[in-house]
């Protein structure tokens, strides 16, 4: 229960929208891929090797800057919110084909379910 750890693919040009976790610390190492990283007012165009730190109550979002996908490996502290991402997720075929953008259904579902565990999204995704 100290802490998470998951493996994030993620495909090109995808943005995460801006959020604020309540319970947890995020931490982010760049496996590969190129990212910018906004955190609080502060961004950060990173790479495969290199390291963010995204204390919880603290806007926060990320975008896949490259033309190929990226690899995140992302902590957080402590666990829990690895709950969330199991209710929110889609099961796949394969893995290697981007899922399509969600619907504006599906946000809804979840902005209700990040509430619920104590993520509060700030806006909808960048497209």
């Known amino acids: ?11 090109p040009h995808y943005a995460a929208p801006p959020h604020v976790h ?3 610390d995020e931490r982010v190492y760049v496996v590969s891929g190129e990212f910018a ?20 109550q603290l806007v ?9 996908q ?6 957080f502290s402590p666990a829990g919110i690895e709950e969330m991402f199991y209710e929110m997720g889609r099961e796949v075929d ?3 084909t981007p899922p399509p953008p969600y619907t504006p259904e599906e946000m809804k579902n979840i902005v209700a379910i990040a509430a ?8 909808p995704p960048r497209s």
């Open 1 to 11: 229960g100290a802490f998470a750890v998951m493996e994030d693919i993620v495909p």
């Open 22 to 24: 309540s319970r947890e």
């Open 37 to 56: 990283f906004q955190v609080g007012n502060e961004t950060f165009n990173v790479s495969a090797g290199d390291y963010i730190n995204m204390p919880r």
């Open 60 to 68: 926060h979002n990320f975008r896949n800057i490259g033309d190929t």
């Open 70 to 75: 990226g690899v995140l490996l992302v902590t």
């Open 94 to 96: 394969d893995p290697s």
């Open 116 to 123: 619920k565990h104590g993520v509060e999204i700030k806006s």
